[in-house]
């Protein structure tokens, strides 16, 4: 992505972004720090008609007070400059040199109707407003969007490979104009015939791990035994920072080399040699993180139905959500073997786009009970028929399936999972009149649990 812009601070200087800078020019407040901080400055100036920040949320549709604020803001505070000198004079901890910012955002904030609000500060400067955050989920009550101040720059360049234009407009306060410089076909050559990486897709869901809440331990613990024990080598892994933890405590993260977390890909080389990889999880900040950015756009943003990789937000929340989403998970998946000499990397979710080229696909499965119970019936024979399993009782059993789920297994549904086995080679068959004679090869050697398939 590139972006070109007529700026002023950098005077005939090229200003590089690399990466889209959603963090970088935002700060955050949570409602404590809000509520402290216009308190303290509603306090500290006369000519406010409200006395704090409870006055001024209770009464700020009352249109005279309103009117006094506002025309108190345009005679004592302009440009809604830092409230320095007030925080050098203070002795109380509640000052803050945005209080003019927030006590100006909460006055003249517009109400989106889904639980937010959105104020223009002046120029490119936003605030969004969440109107009920979750003080359990440390959830900010304002946050600010202040672009820098590029006005004397002589270009800016943005480079990203995943870009959201809309938010990098908001980012820089700017329209920007976006080129891509690869189609998808070519992207996805250079993926596979330059960099030369080997992508296993491991599963279609989202695998939403960010909240740590969907966190399937065992099924991960089985993928990285497994690819592990297939590849003969440790692999590094990149997956959420509560999924992380999680397996700490659960003592298996000694099945890998090294690990990061999403937080920590941005500007990390860590595995540019790792010729053995594994993604797991997709990040997902909560419909919170949508809202604000479509607060900050002045939009209403909101979930429209579905789950996991069906999610469906309206248009510029689904534009986030891929953002959020799939393009961060490609970032994880770039991270391995950039230095060129090819890497195999296996990742655990569906939200990957769709023009990446995979060299296979697989999943982390167990065999169904009825499966189970056929083995249970070989396993101490030579040869056998499949009639030789089944027993004249009512609902025609396998004898070893006396568990309390008492799955009931036809006569076909037996002979299914013979082929099965027979085309995973743990049980040969010969033609024998109008049916099989089955015969024990390695019976022994099929997983009784959790095991990696792969079309």
Known sequence: ????????????????????????????????????????????????????????LENRSDKYRREDAEKWFETHQPDLALDVTTVMKSRDRGSHTKAPLMTYALLVGRDLGN??????????????????????????????????????????????????????????????????????????????????????????????????KWVKLEKDRALIKGIGEQERMLPDLITSQKAIKQYQDENFLNTVDEYLHYGDLIGSNQFGDSRLGIVIGSPHYGDTYLEKWGAFANEVVKWEGGRGMDKEYDPFGNELLEEMRESEVLQAVMRFGRDGDGAKIFVSTGAIPEWVPRAGRGKVTEYSDGMKSVLNAIEDRTEWKSSDLLTDVEGRKTPALDSENGEVLSGRRVQGHLTTLCERGFVSRNKNGNGYVYRNECVQDAPRGLFLEFE
């Not at 812009?5 to 959603?22: G, K, L, N």
């Not at 308190?39 to 008609?49: I, K, Q, R, W």
């Not at 490979?161 to 980012?171: A, I």
């Open 1 to 56: 992505m590139c972006l070109r812009i007529y700026v002023r601070e950098y005077e005939d200087r090229v200003v590089a972004i690399d990466e889209s800078p959603t963090s970088a020019f935002t700060e955050g407040f949570s409602p404590d720090e809000v509520a402290s901080a216009v308190s303290n400055f509603l306090d500290t100036h006369e000519g406010l008609p409200f006395d704090n920040y409870t006055d001024l």
């Open 115 to 212: 639980g937010w609000e959105h104020t223009s500060i002046n120029e490119n400067q936003v605030a969004a407003r969440n109107r009920d955050p979750n003080t359990e989920h440390d959830e900010y009550e304002l946050t600010f969007l202040i672009p820098p101040l590029l006005d004397d720059a002589k270009n800016v360049i943005g480079l990203d490979g995943t870009p959201c234009k809309r938010q990098w407009d908001l980012c820089l306060g700017h329209s920007v104009k976006y080129w891509r410089v690869l189609t998808d076909r070519e992207r996805g050559s250079y993926i596979r015939d330059v960099l030369n990486q080997q992508i296993y897709q491991m599963s279609v869901h989202a695998k939403v791990y960010s909240s740590g």
